[in-house]
């Protein structure tokens, strides 16, 4: 893992004819150790990585939290279209009543069934 020229060049060979080389100890040693410090190396950039997202999402916050205040400041639409004023709006009320709806059930009509006999049903 230490001797990068080294791991290198057996990469080098095994990459060349993977399918020879896909059993062979010194090639699965040198893909495991590749990998290995890859993961090492993705880990200790892993908090650099989610330091500087934040910070990215922070001001990205900040500048549309801003843009929006620039935007309606003055009370007018910077594109010209008309706004809706309302003067007197009111909260609904409360007091809101659900009625039951009627329910109705028609009468079971009698259903003839035709392969029976009336024989069978005494």
């Not at 990469?11 to 040198?30: I, P, W």
């Not at 329910?103 to 392969?115: H, M, N």
């Amino acid at each position: 893992m230490e001797d990068g020229l080294a791991r290198d060049g057996v990469l080098t060979r095994c990459n060349e004819n993977r399918e020879a080389t896909l059993n062979d100890e010194e090639c699965s040693n040198a893909r495991r150790a590749a990998a290995t410090l890859a993961l090492e190396a993705e880990r200790a950039r892993a908090p650099a990585l989610e330091q500087q997202s934040e910070a990215k999402m922070v001001a990205m916050r900040r500048s549309e939290a801003t843009a929006t205040f620039d935007v309606y400041a003055d009370g007018r639409d910077q594109l010209g279209r008309p706004t809706l004023e309302l003067d007197a709006a009111k909260p609904p009320s409360n007091d809101l009543v659900i009625a039951k709806p009627p329910l109705e059930v028609p009468e079971l009509a009698v259903v003839p069934r035709p392969f029976r006999d009336e024989s069978a049903q005494r």
